[in-house]
């Protein structure tokens, strides 16, 4: 919303819960550290930016939910 913050190497916008299932599994079994957000705009990042590949769960999965430890 306010375009502050630093960078992050990679950010990831899936539309369906398909894809959030592939690119978590996909950077489990290659170590890459993932962080999830929703649209942003309660989000505040670094000036120097975050390492984590970041996920970015939108309207189109705003009734998303996890259970257990999937």
């Known amino acids: 919303t306010f375009k502050i913050g630093g960078p992050t190497p990679c950010l990831i916008e899936p539309t369906r819960v398909e894809e959030v299932a592939q690119v978590?599994?996909?950077?489990?079994?290659?170590?890459?550290?993932?962080?999830?957000?929703?649209?942003g705009s309660n989000l505040l990042v670094p000036d120097e930016g975050i390492s984590q590949v970041v996920i970015k769960l939108g309207k189109n999965l705003s009734a998303m939910r996890r259970e257990g430890d999937a």
Not at 33 to 39: L, R
């Open 24 to 39: 978590v599994r996909y950077c489990r079994e290659n170590g890459v550290e993932t962080i999830s957000m929703g649209n």
